[in-house]
């Protein structure tokens, strides 16, 4: 049985800290380094620039009690009432199962209800297996991408328009 619940930083923390252990693989590519206890109470107050963290929402996707999925979706960027995608992870032992697109298809529901035309989110030229996701999932390059200095990875803005007056533009 499954279902997807918002996260509690206090509550919360011990799980979002094992989960991030499981799910080192992608931590060791993103950052080049395990996961800290640091980076699981960072899960629960990064956010894009300008927007507002308490006004981001931290979801658990949760297995027989289990957390095995997280995602975090905020508010304001990179436009005012855009909505981006920080981070979406699946243990690896449930990716390729479907339990991706159900994350995501709660993700822009969330983004619809609240009243967002675009969700954005980023993807490492180094993960092509997760931008084949992101563009099953309806996600397009918007030709916006930075290097970061401190890991060296190539990273790309993709976008999802959520209504039919939205212009991709990124």
Known sequence: MSHIRSLDPEADLTAVAAFYE???????LADRKPPDQQKARDFFTDAPPGC???????LGLF???RLCGVAELSFGFPEPDDAYLGLMLLAPRLRGQ???????????AR???AGSPRL????????????????REGFRDTGVFRQDDETGHVIRRMVRL???TSAETG
Not at 98 to 108: K, P
Request: aromatic share 12%.
């Open 111 to 113: 983004a619809r209800a």
């Open 52 to 58: 507002d963290p308490a006004r981001s929402q931290r």
């Open 162 to 164: 959520l209504t039919a």
């Open 22 to 28: 499981e799910a080192g693989d992608y931590w060791h």
């Open 98 to 108: 479907g339990y991706g697109h159900r994350l995501t298809a709660e993700i822009v």
């Open 120 to 135: 954005f989110l980023a993807v490492l030229d180094a993960n092509p297996r997760g931008r084949a996701f992101w563009e």
């Open 63 to 65: 297995i027989d009690g």
